[in-house]
């Protein structure tokens, strides 16, 4: 059986919420070309073509590929080139998805 509240809430009404300072967390969005058709067509085709993380499967563990992954990042080679993929599972893209920012990042304050 479920339990009454102890409390009972109070609703402040009109009150204004407090709004969170968004600037810190926001992040730009990803390229328009993960946006597309052509893109969800071809990386689904490229997972079941390779339906184990790529990293994973270095380290011996058989882990289901999430995502597809650019080798070189798009700021720096093509977006279209297959050679230039690889099927990764969330936590490994995540963890090479912040090791290219520093890379891009680096590359930026060199010019």
Not at 83 to 96: G, P, R
Request: charged share 35%.
């Amino acid at each position: 059986m479920a339990n009454k509240p102890a409390k009972k809430r109070v609703r402040l009404y009109g009150v204004q919420r407090t709004v969170r300072d968004r600037s810190k967390c926001d992040r730009p969005r990803s390229d328009a070309r993960y946006h597309t058709w052509r893109w969800t067509k071809e990386s689904k085709a490229f997972r079941d073509a390779h339906p184990l993380c790529e990293n994973c499967l270095k380290k011996g563990l058989y882990v289901p590929s999430e995502v597809v992954d650019h080798i070189i990042p798009i700021a720096i080679h093509d977006f279209w080139d297959e050679s230039n993929w690889q099927a990764l599972c969330a936590k490994c893209n995540v963890a090479k998805g912040n090791r290219d920012k520093k890379i891009i990042n680096s590359r930026k304050y060199e010019r």
